[in-house]
C-alpha cells in the first residue's frame, strides 16, 4: 500500500487531551507530523467521533514542557484510534509542532528503528 501523506509522521508517545463537543477525553499520541496525528483514546469515545468534524488536541511536551494546543478535523476513528489533520496553524503553533517532532526524531534515531514495528502494526509505509 502505497504511503498517501506528504509527510513522513514520527512515532511519538505523549500524553494528551483531545476536545470534541466541549468534552474532554485524555488520549495518548501514537505518531505525529506537521500534518496530523494519530491517537489513542478509549474505544466508547470513538463512537461519539465523526469523520469531518472538528475537535481540539492538546499536546503535552516531554520533559514537563507546557503544552501545544492545535485545531483539526476527524479524518479516521475506530477501534481506539483517531486520526487527526490539523488546520489553521498559525507560525507559533507550527514552530512548537516542528519543535515536538525534532525531539521525537531523534529519539526514534536513538531508538535504532524500533518505530518500525509501529509503522508496520498500523500500515503506515516508512520507506518514503
Known sequence: MREKRSLRRIVLVANGVLLYQDQRFPCHVENVSLHG???GVDDP???LL?????CGLTLRQG???PGIDLDAQIVHSGFGL???RFVGLDATR???LADIIEQASQGEVSAGGDASRLYA???INADR
Do not use: S
Request: hydrophobic share 30%; charged share 20%; aromatic share 0%.
Open 94 to 96: 507550527e514552530k512548537g
Open 63 to 65: 520533559g514537563g514542557g
Open 37 to 39: 496525528a494519530l491517537v
Open 121 to 123: 502494526r498500523l500500515g
Open 45 to 47: 469515545v470513538c463512537e
Open 50 to 54: 465523526h469523520q469531518g468534524g472538528r
Open 82 to 84: 483517531v486520526g487527526l
